[in-house]
Structures are given as C-alpha cells and as structure tokens.
C-alpha cells in the first residue's frame, strides 16, 4: 500500500481510464504510480506526455532504455 | 520488461557488475556509468565522463539518454517517497524463464544450498568471461558471492547493503568518505549506493559478499 491512496480507475476521467486500462491489459493492473498521479489529472498528462515523448523519440535501443531505468530505479531504491 | 524485449536473464542479473561483467558492451558501460554518475549524489558528470559519452553517441541521442536518466530519477524518486510497492514487473519473465530451466538452474544460482566452502567457491573463479566474482548461493534477498580481485578492484556501487567477510589478505578498503585497514576476518559493511573499492591489497585477496534486503537499501533504525 503506497503513503497516499490511488483513484479507483472506474471513476477517473475517460481519458485517464483508458490509459489505466490499456496498463491493465498489458501488466495485469494498472501501475500504481499512476493511479496516484491521477488524483491530479494535469500531472496525470503531463508525466504521460513525457513518457510518449521518449518513448517515441527513438534514438536509442530500447534494450538500453530498459538496463538505464532498471539501474537508475535500482540506485534510488525503486523496484518497479 | 527486460524480457520482453528480449534482454537475456543473465544480463539483467548481471547489471550490478555492468562494469566488469562481458555481457555488457562499451556503448551499455559508458550509458550506465553516466546513469550512475547523475543518480549517485556523491558523483558528478566530469568532463572525462562526458567526452566518453559523446563517443559512444550523437549529440542528439545524447540529449535523448540524457534525458531518459532524468526522467528516470524523477519516477523512481517518486515512487520511493509515495512507498509504491513493486509489482514485479521485471519478475514476471524471469521466474517463467527460472521455472522452465529447472534443476539446473537451481545449481547454478546455489538456490537451497545451506553451506559453502572457500574451495568449492573459488573453484568458480575465473568465470568463463574473466569474472573475479560467482554467485555461491541465496535464499530469499539474500544472495552470497565469492570475490578475487586481482591487481585493481573495477567495482561500482551496488544498489542493496552489502557485508564483505574477508577470508585472506589485507589491504585497504575505500569505504564512501571513509578508509579501512582490514585483514583476514573483519567484516566490511557497505550501505546501498555507496561508492567503495579494495585498495593496495595483496593477491591472494578472497572475501565472502553477502547482499541482502530491498533495492536501495535499509535504513538505519
């Protein structure tokens, strides 16, 4: 359980909910971090957009992307 | 994740090591010791770093790795202070892949094992890549190596606490702001991210290296 409760997905804007759902088909649940981002829907788009944004800049390997946010994530003590 | 793009599971346990470990290249090294370098806050991206960077990618991937590390940080570190639980998404594909290797699998990461001896372990060593280090056995978080450097010690912080139990020789040990003398039987303990290394030490250095608890480390109660 994080420090602050997420939205319930069902209740969150249609946008949001899609997106949340789309993570659910992909990971079994939505992430929990966004659920949490949720509870303000303009942080919510903003932190999508800059996902989307590297996402599809597409520079770099994707491999290499994953091995980077798993070490980076590791170093700060997050284990997504 | 990693899986799933295809990142064999060896890479992936092996990303502590990046810096030694042969199943990184030097483009993966130069990325992830710049990660390392803007993430640890008792590091700094120095000019050397930064021309090695360049050389290993365009100006304009430069700002994209550059940037994914940022972005990075920012997510991990909210996460960390919201306490977001893992979902093991790295998980997932790994322990499939564990469980369809088997008994096999089971020997070689020392998973059940209860006791470990100096000779059996560096047996292990070198690894078929060069290693100084093998993984002997683990329970749980709790994961035991056997370590030889030899003439310099190549090592990066580690992203959980980690005990050193020297076996034989004696040396110097940079430990974050701190300097040890050790010698046969002292314990070293190591908290997660901290930038440490054997220094001057002799060449029939082995010691035991237990890692244990969270990604990121306990905090101290």
Not at chain 2, 3 to 9: R, Y
Not at chain 2, 180 to 189: K, Q
């Amino acid at each position: 359980m994080a420090r602050i409760e997420g939205v319930d997905p069902g209740r969150a804007e249609k946008r949001i909910r899609a997106v949340l759902e789309a993570q659910a088909d992909k990971w079994g649940a939505p992430l929990l971090n966004h659920l949490i981002y949720a509870r303000r829907p303009s942080i919510f788009r903003g932190v999508r957009g800059m996902w989307a944004g590297l996402d599809t800049s597409g520079l770099l390997d994707p491999r290499l992307v994953a091995l980077v946010n798993r070490r980076v994530a590791a170093l700060n003590g997050c284990v997504f | 994740m990693g899986s799933e793009l295809g990142i064999p599971n060896e890479k992936i346990l092996a990303l502590e090591e990046y810096a030694t470990s042969p199943l990184y290249d030097d483009q993966e090294r130069v990325a992830l010791e710049y990660a390392d370098a803007i993430t640890l806050s008792d590091r700094d991206v120095d000019e050397g770093l930064f021309e090695r960077v360049r050389g290993g990618f365009d100006e304009d991937a430069v700002v994209e790795l550059t940037t994914v590390i940022a972005w990075e940080n920012s997510s991990s570190k909210f996460n960390r202070a919201m306490g977001v639980p893992s979902q093991g998404l790295w998980k997932r594909g790994w322990i499939k892949t564990r469980r369809r290797n088997g008994v096999g699998d089971e020997a070689r990461t020392g998973t059940g094992m209860r006791k470990a001896t100096v000779a059996e372990a560096t047996e292990r060593l070198p690894g078929p890549g060069g290693e100084r280090s093998a993984k002997v056995l683990g329970h749980g978080s709790m994961e035991v190596k056997i370590y030889a450097p030899r003439g310099t010690d190549p090592q990066t912080p580690h992203t959980r606490d980690e005990l050193y139990v020297v076996v034989s020789g004696s040396g110097e040990f940079a430990n974050g702001p701190e300097r040890h003398s050790f010698g046969p039987g002292d314990v070293l303990f190591v908290p997660a991210g901290v930038e440490h290394r054997f220094e001057d030490f002799a060449d029939n250095l082995v010691v035991w290296v237990v890692f244990y608890g969270p990604e990121g480390g306990e905090v101290d109660s």
